[in-house]
């Protein structure tokens, strides 16, 4: 049971992000990539995703930024809109019940379907301890055939790696066995992207091998491979220094630190959040403070 | 609880066996009647406890004045439920009471584990018994103070206190502070709020934060701020006596002598 309205967003691009399972304290990558989208944009909620499938929970605005808004409800599944980049996004905050999950997707696709995006973006994340040799870096992406001939160019122009296939027994040489495409920890996005080339829909998916703990580099990393695709900010995520230190030894020494820096990004640009050129940043939203808890009792001490 | 129960089993004997995890609902027989005529209860205030001290303090302050009828129960049968004969034979642990003299008024106790995959089926069931026009809901809730998240450590003597949680289309003002992020709410009071939010209805949710795991006057008394806003038509008791507070609070954990 939806109550989101369908048939309305012809030409628009559609995000939505996949959690990780098991559903971590931290939250998940794909979660909080699309927090910093919403929470940046300022995008307004349209729309409740109703269903049974997900856990149900409830919390005031995440992402209120004065005192005026902060006391507004906020449902496991809802649907934003930024109407000048004809972009909504749908954030789901709530694990997915275990026996739902089929069910789960088949509402997703469906609704898909009937609202007519003309691209769908799927965020999520996969468990890095479980890579082969070859997936040693952090990004890939899947795309389904209808997406892939119009977005071809632009992926090459971007560089990112295919989602490898895996075999299905490692190290057993079986011929008859077919490498298989293999996503532990992404939970539905593997499921979600089958139904989505069987149903011929026009579907990629984004995804960062990552482990638990703090996510946010990594959210952030995810939101800038998103953002060097769809171009929703004007830049990339600057990491600044600031010093306000007027010691001329330690102006040359921090310039020896950058000039190390910039060799080290130069080697391993997938660490690198160098921008080009000045730009907005994200916007961490309000219901990102204490992800471990509450403050130390002094006590402690 | 002093009122009788009378109810009446709508569903076929075979089906707890087939769906072992639905909710059924068994309303007394004036309301079966009226929902088979296609009906719904005509409900302007609906009073939802979740929780011992929440259940206990509806009891001792409200349902204790003898006003009330039951008007039905729901069950739900979990891995978590304590079955005595069975699971159709489990004394029932959510129940609801109609107001004698102004039946719009529905109070509902539950104090057993609703499952997570039987929270939104309880939810839409019981809703769907409800006519929604000019519908208020309010929902009391037990929570662990170790759930509750703040910046600044807090010391026991803070606890227990009260935080509030509103749907848009609630108007009045709560009794207490806003629940602060990031701080959420879940389970049932959880799917109540979410369901009045998505079909705008009023409903407000108080959770109250406790230190103590089980039954406890205190925990009890911090809801008495939510009295007045119960709705006119409750005549509220004047402080129930000690004894009263005792029978309603009596310890579900006899076995559990680890802290006396």
Redesign the interface.
């Known amino acids: 049971k939806k109550n989101v309205s369908s048939g309305f967003w012809p030409n628009f691009t559609h995000i939505i992000l996949i959690r990780i399972w098991p559903a971590v304290a931290v939250g998940n990558v794909g979660q909080l990539a699309v927090d910093l989208v919403v929470s940046t944009l300022n995008m307004s909620r349209v729309g409740y995703f109703h269903t049974d499938c997900l856990i149900p929970m409830a919390g005031n605005n995440p992402y209120a930024s004065c005192k005026d808004d902060t006391e507004e409800l906020h449902t496991p599944a809802e649907v934003y809109t930024a109407a000048e980049l004809k972009l909504a996004v749908l954030q789901i905050r709530a694990p997915i019940l275990q026996t739902r999950s089929k069910r789960f997707r088949q509402q997703l696709v469906s609704w898909i379907k009937a609202s007519g995006f003309s691209r769908t973006v799927v965020l999520s994340s996969s468990h890095a301890y479980q890579r082969d040799d070859q997936q040693l870096t952090p990004l890939r992406y899947l795309i389904t055939p209808s997406l892939l001939t119009t977005s071809a160019d632009a992926l090459k122009e971007l560089s990112w790696r295919e989602m490898e296939r895996m075999p299905a027994f490692p190290g057993v040489k079986d011929a008859d066995a077919e490498p298989r495409l293999c996503i532990p920890g992404g939970g539905i996005t593997k499921g979600l992207y089958t139904d989505s080339c069987a149903e011929d829909l026009p579907l990629a998916v984004l995804l960062l091998f990552c482990s638990e703990g703090d996510n946010i580099p990594d959210a952030f990393a995810l939101v800038n491979h998103l953002n060097d695709w769809l171009h929703l900010l004007d830049g990339q995520v600057t990491l600044k220094y600031h010093f306000s230190c007027e010691s001329a030894e330690f102006k040359r020494d921090m310039q020896v630190f950058k000039l190390y820096l910039y060799i080290f990004i130069y080697f391993f640009p997938d660490f690198s959040y160098q921008s080009q050129e000045p730009n907005r940043k994200w916007k961490v939203p309000s219901s990102w403070s204490l992800l471990f808890g509450s403050g130390i009792p002094p006590a402690l001490f | 609880p002093r009122v009788e129960q009378q109810s009446s089993s709508q569903s076929l004997p075979f089906i707890p066996l087939l769906f072992p995890r639905a909710v059924h609902l068994h309303w007394s027989p004036d309301v079966t009647e009226l929902l088979r005529s296609g009906n719904k209860l005509q409900c302007s205030s609906f009073i939802l406890a979740v929780g011992h001290n929440a259940a206990s303090f509806l009891s001792a302050y409200v349902l204790a004045s003898a006003n009330w009828d039951a008007a039905g129960r729901a069950l739900a049968w979990n891995e978590r439920s304590r079955s005595g004969a069975g699971r159709s034979g489990e004394e029932s642990a959510c129940v609801f009471y109609r107001h004698k003299d102004e039946p719009s008024v529905l109070i509902c106790n539950v104090t057993c584990h609703i499952a997570?995959?039987q929270?939104?089926?309880w939810t839409?069931k019981v809703f769907d018994c409800l006519q929604s026009r000019e519908l208020a809901v309010t929902v009391l809730s037990d929570r662990s103070v170790a759930d509750?998240?703040?910046?600044?450590?807090?010391?026991s003597s803070s606890a227990p206190f009260l935080r509030s949680?509103?749907?848009?289309a609630f108007a009045d003002r709560p009794v207490c502070p806003?629940?602060?992020?990031?701080?959420?709410?879940?389970?049932l009071?959880?799917?109540v709020?979410?369901h009045c939010?998505?079909h705008r209805i009023a409903a407000v949710?108080y959770q109250c934060y406790s230190d103590v795991a089980g039954p406890d006057s205190v925990t009890v008394e911090s809801y008495k701020p939510v009295l007045n806003k119960l709705g006119r038509s409750i005549q509220v008791n004047s402080p129930p006596s000690t004894d009263v507070l005792r029978k309603f609070l009596r310890s579900a954990e006899i076995q559990s002598n680890l802290y006396i």
């Open positions: 997570e995959d929270l939104f089926e839409e509750y998240k703040t910046p600044d450590y807090l010391c949680l509103h749907s848009s806003s629940l602060e992020q990031p701080n959420i709410i879940t389970g009071p959880a799917a709020l979410n939010q998505v949710v």
